[in-house]
């Protein structure tokens, strides 16, 4: 089955710009959770969608926002974009899962999101 | 929240057995795992072991957790330069979503 497709791989924005990136999920996960990956700060949690609804959320001012669609495509918007949000960012689905379940996640290739 | 500390580096020779280790705060996980990135990709589930086991072994690798100490390894024998990546470990802490070191450079050199 395909896997976690993200787009774009790539892409470069000038500072102040906004940016969407896009992430389609395994065929019947319902869950879709963004992820900011940077050497400094390593794998760090933005948000966890579950059908259409935001579930979990990291730690990250209220430029970054997501959404998920009826069939659980997921977008992640930055507003005013800052040099620092260069990253690779990471999408995974995942199967419903429980609190305590096992819960593998399943993870895209990323989008590497450059801001000059 | 949970915090989980992973060591950013490892320099091993090719055929030596490689060691990651991981340490965590919270004692509430039910599932702890282990990811591996390659050069450009995303993150992709290695092995995971359930919390009331203290090892867990698949071909080349041995998972041990030290529920005690909050100490869980990742032990790879006769480690090969495919094997070099970034190693994450993670748990799910009783929530739907898993927590994530920062994950350990496997180098591997000849």
């Known amino acids: 089955k395909a896997g976690v497709t993200q787009t774009p791989r790539y892409l470069i924005k000038t500072r102040g710009q906004q940016v969407t990136l896009s992430c389609s999920p395994i065929?019947?996960?319902?869950?879709v959770s963004w992820y900011q990956q940077t050497p400094g700060q390593g794998l760090q949690f933005l948000f966890e969608y579950f059908s259409e609804t935001q579930r979990n959320k990291g730690n990250f001012p209220g430029r970054f926002s997501g959404r998920q669609f009826s069939n659980s495509r997921s977008e992640m918007n930055v507003s005013t974009l800052e040099l620092g949000d260069s990253a690779l960012y990471l999408c995974a689905s995942s199967l419903v899962g429980g609190a305590g379940g096992k819960t593998e996640a399943f993870f895209g290739q990323g989008t590497r999101l450059t801001v000059v | 929240g949970e915090d989980v500390e992973q060591s950013l580096f490892l320099s091993v020779r090719e055929g030596d057995s490689s060691v990651i280790n991981c340490t965590y705060t919270?004692?509430?996980?039910?599932?702890l795992y282990w990811y591996k990135q390659e050069p450009g990709a995303g993150l992709q589930l290695l092995t995971y072991?359930?919390?009331?086991?203290d090892m867990k072994q698949d071909q080349r690798l041995t998972v041990l957790l030290n529920k005690k100490d909050k100490h869980l390894s990742l032990r790879i024998a006769d480690t090969q330069t495919g094997d070099s990546a970034i190693y994450f470990c993670a748990l799910d802490g009783g929530s739907y979503i898993p927590t994530f070191g920062r994950g350990t450079s496997l180098i591997v050199h000849p």
């Open positions: 065929s019947g996960h319902r869950s």
């Open positions: 072991i359930f919390s009331n086991m």
């Open positions: 919270d004692s509430s996980s039910t599932y």
